[in-house]
């Protein structure tokens, strides 16, 4: 530790261990050194998965030590279950709704004194609740999970009603400073009037490999082993990823809107919706069906000397996201690969947008958001 600065022990509970959750606890584990120098420790005191929550024996005082967490990882991406891990013991087990008993009483505990950190990496729409009763129970709250956020409006007015305590960078954009970016902006006094962007790491990646003679269904199989998609890759491929990114910045410009309100553009039917078959049968089946008519659009527009470029479009009173053909050498049609590109115009930046823009996806990135602002929201507690 750094002379002079006092020591602030955080406690931090994990909902979801899938790609970004272990790339956060690797983290966590590797920036060790670092966060010692701000004074800052950060102690894992659960995990949760979608089965159960494995928690350190006394979350008063303990946190899984780093060769622990480091297992915590080598099991999960080995799909075996947490259990598997009571073996090395000083941790238990919780299972269920004793899962969410166990959640709500750890929260209740650390919560106003410590400020624990309730960090959701998951792709669920069920930890709305628990979230919703955590922020109640003064913790912060720390989000790569957009479906939270892109709920009713009354669960979205609960989760921000205390805004120094929630942070959800990594929501849009991955780790881009996307939302610290239009915060700052608004906060100034300086009221944006226009966000255009293109803000799909797998849409972008698949179109410009497809404009590379690649074939799609190929190319969105290399996306999700890359860690660009969703779990299930029709989240993005139907545009409904880009949508709840544009709802998520359109109520932070204040906009009472929801995913009805935005008009989205989906790249395949409801024959091959969720409602028609799963996952499994769509990457398998559904996905290389796909193929001739995507690669006929790239053809068609690069006949024209343009690409196809999915774009989010907040303006007015429009919230729009989905494919437009644009020319090759503009900001959008130049992007390549997984990155993203957002154009925010204000009252200071009229002429010349405030540009952001870098890699918009991947487990790393996105996990490297959420530990910012995990430390972000510690300075409350110094
Ligand atoms: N990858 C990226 O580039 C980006 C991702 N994100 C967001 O990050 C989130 C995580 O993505 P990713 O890691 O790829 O997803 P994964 O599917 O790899 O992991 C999801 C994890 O959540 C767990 N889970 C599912 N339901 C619940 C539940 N009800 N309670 C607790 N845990 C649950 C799963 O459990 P189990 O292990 O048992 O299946 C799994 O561990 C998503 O919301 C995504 O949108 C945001 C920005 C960028
Ligand atoms: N699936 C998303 C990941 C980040 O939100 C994307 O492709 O952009």
New binding site residues.
């Given amino acids: 530790m750094t002379e002079g600065i006092t020591t602030v022990t955080v406690p931090v509970l994990l909902l979801g261990c899938g790609g970004v959750g272990r790339e956060l606890l690797h983290h966590i584990v590797a920036s060790r050194h670092l966060h010692s120098k701000r004074g800052v420790v950060l102690r894992v005191v659960g995990v949760r998965d979608s089965r159960s929550l494995l928690q350190v024996e006394d979350v008063a005082t303990m946190g899984f030590d780093d060769a622990f967490l480091t297992e915590i990882c080598r099991i999960k991406s080995s799909s075996s279950s947490l259990s598997a891990l009571l073996d090395f013991g000083h941790c238990q087990l919780f299972k269920d709704s004793e899962a969410t008993t166990k959640i709500l009483d750890i929260a209740g505990l650390l919560g106003r004194t410590t400020g624990l950190s309730v960090v959701d990496c998951t792709a669920s729409t069920e930890t709305v609740g628990i979230l919703k009763e955590t922020v109640d129970l003064g913790c912060c709250i720390v989000l790569a999970n957009k479906k939270p956020l892109t709920c009713g409006i009354d669960d979205y007015d609960k989760l921000i009603s205390n805004i120094r305590r929630i942070r959800f960078e990594s929501t849009v954009g ?1 780790g881009l400073p996307v939302i610290v970016s239009v915060t700052r902006v608004l906060a100034s006094g300086d009221p944006i009037y226009r966000i255009i962007g293109s ?5 972008g990646y698949v179109m410009s490999e497809v404009e590379d003679g690649k074939s799609f269904s190929k190319v969105v199989l290399a996306a999700k082993s890359l860690g ?3 779990p299930d890759p029709r989240d ?1 491929l139907s545009g409904m ?1 880009v949508a709840r990114k544009a709802l998520i910045l359109a109520r932070l410009l204040g906009w009472r809107i929801n995913m009805d309100d935005i008009q989205v553009d989906s790249l395949y039917s409801n024959e091959h919706g969720p409602n028609s078959m799963s996952t499994e049968d769509f990457l398998r089946i559904g996905l290389p069906s796909l193929d001739r008519d995507v690669q006929e659009r790239v053809s068609a527009a690069s006949s024209r000397g343009k690409v196809l470029r999915y774009v989010c479009v907040i303006e007015g009173s429009r919230c729009q996201v989905g494919l437009q053909e644009l020319p090759k050498d503009s900001p959008l049609g130049r992007l390549r690969g997984s990155d993203n590109v957002v154009e925010i115009y204000s009252r200071c930046y009229k002429d010349s947008p405030l540009v952001i823009q870098g890699a ?2 991947g487990n790393d990135t ?1 996990a490297a958001g959420v530990l910012a602002d995990i430390i972000d929201l510690q300075d409350l507690f110094h």
Avoid: N, Q, V
């Fill in positions: 991955a803000l799909s790491g797998t849409l660009y998609t969703e993005d990823d918009g996806a996105t």
